[in-house]
């Protein structure tokens, strides 16, 4: 089963006591095909969880949701919780979580976790019940011989493994893995990345969310760079990590800021997202505005390459840089 994801002008605001309103994500758009990985990165706080959220109708009650969201022919933004719960989550989107000690059940071993999701996913029992556990351990690499130890009895990168498993039972086509490396040592992080591409060549969708470069050069075909809670660079994986590099400087200064690259920092912070400036988010962090930037830019350009961005870093060799 395949599945393709289409996200339309996506918005979502969370109104605070005050009148103030979070502007959490705005305005994004992308899509997601069926064997693809696209890595959503970007620092923290710029709405990449609430992005995921939105998508497997997670958010909280508070959230104001604007725009589309389409896996196939289902909206996901206006399908309600009952068709989320008994026909998306699990089993057309599943979710690779941040942390998987908090997402396994403490008490119970890795098998009984995973027979009984299988019970509610698939409805197998008996041995057919074991069997098709034992599989999905199999899809995510989870040692047979470790299924009947408790989620304390299990390292970093045999959690990680547990938990992608538990996600991979319902055989959902798109997956959501959100930070999926977070407190792993670099030699898990790359198995755990590899795991996921493993997936990905197998014909699932991948969305992965972090904010390590590093993860997403290994496995994304596609980059989305959020800021603010709005893409600003949106382009194919090989180019962007190597040459001719990102065109928004902000994608830059990220790269930049990598230890193996010049280690610089991105200077100042990030705006507070009830409290945006009018115009380019980026402006007062960037050694490129203008006057022009006190409009917002709209992401323009092809689905190879877009940047929304009024002094965007120029590609094409003869033309100098805006
Ligand atoms: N229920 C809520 N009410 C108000 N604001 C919220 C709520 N949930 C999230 N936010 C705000 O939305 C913004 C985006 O948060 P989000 O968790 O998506 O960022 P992120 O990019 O995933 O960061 P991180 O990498 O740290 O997880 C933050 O400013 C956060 O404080």
């Known amino acids: 089963m395949t599945a393709r994801l289409s996200v339309r002008e996506l918005s979502v605001r969370f109104p605070l006591r005050g009148g103030r309103t979070v502007a959490a994500v705005t305005d994004v758009s992308f899509d997601l095909a069926p064997g693809e990985c696209l890595a959503l990165v970007g620092e923290s706080g710029c709405g990449k969880s609430v992005l995921a959220s939105a998508l497997l109708g997670l958010l909280p009650g508070n959230a104001r949701v604007r725009g589309a969201a389409r896996l196939d022919g289902l909206d996901l933004l206006t399908a309600g919780e009952a068709v989320l719960a008994r026909r998306v989550r699990g089993r057309r989107i599943a979710l690779v979580p941040q942390s998987p000690a908090s997402h396994l059940t403490p008490v119970r071993t890795v098998r009984s976790q995973l027979e009984e999701t299988v019970r509610e996913l698939t409805g197998a029992r008996g041995p057919k019940l074991r069997g098709e556990a034992e599989r999905a351990a199999e899809r995510a690499a989870f040692p047979a011989g470790h ?161 929304a961005c009024h002094h965007a870093h120029s590609h094409a060799p003869e033309a100098a840089d805006a």
């Open 147 to 307: 299924l009947d130890r408790y989620p304390h009895q299990l390292s970093g990168g045999l959690a990680q493994r547990a938990a992608t498993a538990l996600a991979l039972v319902g055989g959902a086509p798109l997956l959501i893995a959100d930070e999926p490396t977070t407190g792993l040592d670099r030699d898990l992080v790359d198995r755990t990345v590899d795991e996921l591409r493993r997936q990905v060549d197998a014909g699932h969708g991948l969305l992965l969310i972090t904010h390590d470069l590093a993860a997403a050069e290994r496995i994304a075909d596609r980059v989305a760079v959020m800021y603010a809670g709005r893409v600003v660079e949106l382009t194919g994986a090989a180019g962007f990590f190597g040459t001719p590099g990102p065109r928004h400087p902000y994608a830059r200064g990220l790269l930049e800021a990598l230890p193996e690259r010049s280690f610089t920092p991105v200077p100042g912070m990030p705006p507070e997202l009830d409290a945006l400036p009018g115009g380019c988010a980026f402006a007062p962090r960037c050694d490129r505005a203008t006057g022009a930037c006190a409009a917002v830019p709209a992401l323009t350009g092809a689905r190879a390459g877009a940047v």
